[in-house]
């Protein structure tokens, strides 16, 4: 990354997350802090979440994957919040390859802005398939490529930005620093 690209993520990084690392349970809960406490950034994810829920059975047993710092539990009561990090107030730690559920025991799956984050989307999509029933839904929200946030993504945030690549598997070396945008 060159110095004015650095100096310019310096400059727009949160005060309230500077110097954390990027894996650290403590990031997830400053971020959620910061979600909640900036009007205009709670007034995104109540837009988001209206779509999610919009797109999920009304009833049933729905599992939030990625939940770490948002909070749709607050608007779906009941719906099951989870993390691959141990954040506080999660439902349940898992792996999205590797879901802990029985075959048809959810009615759906919501993320936001999480699949990019998987290692391998492919084995998600398997997990998923077994674990929600016929006629349940996985609804999800994934960053929208512009030309801004091409610009953002390539040249000022840390994952790497590979949108038209045909498959992905990553690393893993991160749970959430390890990405493909």
Known sequence: ?????????????LPETAGLDLDAPELTA??????????????????????????????????????????LQ???PGLLTSDILPVPGLDVVLDARHLPFPQ??????????????????????????????????????????????RLVYTRLHHEPFAPQAAEWRLSGQGALSDANG
């Open 1 to 13: 990354m060159s110095r004015l690209a650095e100096r310019l993520r310096n400059a727009l990084a």
């Open 104 to 149: 048809g025991a959810l009615d759906g799956v919501a993320m936001v802005n999480v699949l990019h984050h998987i290692p391998d989307p492919s084995a998600f999509f398997d997990e998923a398939a077994r674990c929600v029933r016929p006629g349940g839904a996985v609804a999800m929200l994934e960053p929208w490529v512009t030309p801004w946030s």
């Open 74 to 76: 607050e608007l779906r």
């Open 30 to 71: 400053r971020r959620r802090a910061v979600i909640r406490g900036k009007p205009f950034l709670r007034r995104i994810y109540l837009e988001w979440y209206a779509a999610l829920l919009g797109a999920l059975p009304p009833d049933g047993r729905i599992l939030e994957i990625g939940s770490g710092g948002g909070f």
